[in-house]
């Protein structure tokens, strides 16, 4: 779809955004035998917990949670990509498989997005390439002691957001969605990646921004409050700009109220189920955040809606009939004119 035709179906309805992977990969129990598959079965390294690598080594499972949800009522479904990266491949040794996870990844979620496309026409569902914050910060030292030192600098995690952004346009996405932002110098090592490629191809695809408010402070982990984050990146012509992770549905809806007064893209959200439990585990049921988010589309502060840690199909079909009927958010200059 064009970036014109999602622009227009924002404008006239909210959309839903899948749940969680990561959930829904655990359902499947699987061992280290599972996460290499044939392919991998002498690999020198440990795999399991390489969720990413699924797309090669367990390609039906992920089609299926692909498929779960878009039958849930998602109208968007996310790549499992979110690690996919090289800075963070490096913590398996798979560095070279990137391009390959990435192109994989999206052409699952292509075929699987299609097959629910062509049975509802007037319903098209969408794929967003799923691009994380990585396993390293450009603003913070790792070490105590020695404040100057980084573990990573710009322009390699620009080099490595390219290569990432240019796998999943070749694999079929829509939409590239720079998620979990917990470092905005990291978003906008990702943004000036994405604009580069954009330059090389001569075409632009829809930009997602979703950030993460790490505590009770209000603040991203790089210290930014809610507005600055918003302000940081509103140089670039984003296709929306929301909050994911972190929190639950509760605890984000201050922020997004922020998002929602000054933004003048579409806004989005897809927080977690509730707060994690002693165990790490996600207890809030899919009618208790319902309500939750009931009061998101009531005080219209979305235009995307979803899932992260914890949600589940049985939390988006929740979510997509609430979002049934719903009045869209008015979003770009006439929308912000009107509430100066």
């Not at 797309?55 to 996919?84: C, M, V, W």
């Not at 922020?258 to 189920?273: C, G």
Request: glycine fraction near 8%; aromatic fraction near 6%; include cysteine.
């Amino acid at each position: 779809m064009t970036k014109e035709a999602i622009f227009k179906l924002l404008q006239e309805r909210v959309l839903v955004l899948d749940g969680a992977m990561g959930t829904m990969i655990q359902r499947h129990k699987l061992t280290e035998e599972d996460y290499r598959g044939k392919r991998f079965a002498n690999y020198p390294h440990d795999l399991k917990g390489n969720n990413d690598l699924l797309s090669l080594s367990q390609p039906e499972i992920i089609k299926d949670i692909h498929r779960e949800y878009l039958a849930a009522g998602a109208d968007i479904i996310e790549t499992n990509t979110f690690n996919s990266t090289r800075v963070s491949m490096a913590d398996y040794h798979m560095e070279d498989l990137v391009p390959e996870i990435n192109e994989a990844a999206a052409r699952l979620a292509r075929e699987a997005a299609d097959e629910f496309s062509a049975k509802e026409p007037n319903k098209p569902r969408l794929v967003a390439g799923s691009m994380g914050p990585t396993n390293k910060t450009t603003s913070l030292s790792p070490d105590v002691n020695n404040p100057g030192f980084r573990a990573i600098d710009f322009d390699s995690l620009a080099a490595d957001y390219k290569e990432q952004a240019a796998a999943l346009i070749r694999g079929g996405v829509d939409i590239l969605m720079v998620e979990t932002v917990f470092d905005t110098l990291n978003a906008k090592a990702a943004l000036f990646a994405i604009q580069e490629l954009f330059d090389e191809l001569g075409r632009e695809y829809p930009i997602m921004v979703s950030g993460t408010i790490t505590d009770a402070s209000g603040r991203t982990l790089s210290g930014q409050t809610t507005e600055a984050f918003l302000t940081s990146l509103s140089h670039v012509p984003l296709l929306s700009i929301g909050l994911n992770c972190a929190l639950g549905a509760d605890q984000l809806r201050p922020y997004l109220s922020i998002l929602n007064r000054k933004a003048p893209f579409a806004t989005s959200a897809h927080p977690n189920a509730g707060l994690p439990n002693a165990f790490g585990e996600y207890d809030q049921g899919p009618e208790e955040m319902g309500l939750l988010i009931k009061e998101y589309l009531d005080q219209n502060l979305v235009n995307i809606i979803g899932g992260c840690c914890g949600t589940t199909p049985e939390h988006i079909k929740v979510i997509a009939d609430l979002v049934i009927g719903r009045k869209a958010r008015e979003f770009g200059v006439k929308s912000m004119e009107s509430q100066a």
